[in-house]
């Protein structure tokens, strides 16, 4: 079965460093993986995903995630946090085939102090 | 940019009423899921829905749980009699086809039991 573990269930940044928000997973084949964020009271909305090719991918906002096959991780980072960044932040695995549910982490809540 | 829409954004019921969440995924999608998140809690996947059957069910989807979708645009969740326990934000997710595809989120249905 997959899972997947965010293991800091609360960072404080401030406004201006760089981030890094941790994800490993566990799956028997190539994973899909997924970052996506939560800001109060709104959706789940997509910062990024991998699925094959480059390990390092690209997102909205500025986001970057790496996937590393052999530390079975997919840890988000960010040059320079915003103000506007302050969200909760979930990794998830996907399962191949059409179907595809998505198993989430239980979240990581980003603080952003000025 | 198409989004995925769901009514009532917050519905409060009664404990041992039924209730119908109600969802219009995006428009050439053709998988359609559910999943919800209890206060606190992460994410979790309930249904998956497929040519008009279910295709994979969480142990949560239990048999006061039903999905339909009874016109070419809506996507609806049924529960039948409702426990305190339902309490928890349902989101509803659609994707258009193939593995590698992306689930959209909807901004969720908050259900309050009383």
């Known amino acids: 079965a997959q899972s997947v573990t965010q293991p800091d269930i609360h960072i404080t940044v401030s406004e201006g460093a760089s981030l890094e928000l941790r994800c490993n997973y566990s799956?028997?084949?190539?994973?899909?993986l997924f970052w996506y964020v939560q800001s109060p009271g709104q959706g789940l909305q997509l910062l990024l995903k991998?699925?094959?090719?480059?390990?390092l991918v690209q997102g909205i906002k500025g986001f970057e995630a790496e996937f590393k096959r052999s530390q079975s991780s997919f840890n988000l980072r960010k040059p320079s946090v915003h103000w506007s960044d302050a969200a909760e932040y979930f990794c998830?695995?996907?399962?191949?085939?059409?179907?595809?549910?998505?198993?989430f982490g239980t979240g990581t809540k980003l603080q952003v102090i000025p | 940019e198409p989004e995925v829409t769901q009514t009532p954004s917050h519905q409060v019921t009664q404990m041992g009423q039924e209730v119908i969440l109600r969802c219009v995924p995006i428009?050439?999608?053709?998988?359609f899921y559910w999943y919800r998140q209890i206060l606190g809690q992460k994410v979790e996947f309930l249904v998956s829905?497929?040519?008009?059957?279910?295709?994979?069910k969480s142990e949560i989807f239990d048999d006061q749980f039903s999905v339909e979708r009874p016109d070419g645009s809506n996507f609806t969740l049924k529960i039948r009699s409702t426990k305190l326990e339902d309490s928890a934000m349902y989101f509803c997710?659609?994707?258009?086809?193939?593995?590698?595809?992306?689930?959209?989120f909807g901004p969720g249905t908050r259900l309050t039991v009383l």
């Open positions: 997710a659609s994707k258009r086809s193939g593995s590698t595809d992306t689930q959209y």
């Open positions: 829905f497929y040519n008009n059957e279910i295709s994979e």
């Open positions: 998830a695995v996907g399962a191949g085939g059409g179907y595809q549910k998505v198993t």
């Open positions: 428009s050439n999608h053709l998988y």
């Open positions: 991998y699925f094959s090719g480059d390990t």
């Open positions: 799956y028997g084949a190539t994973p899909y």
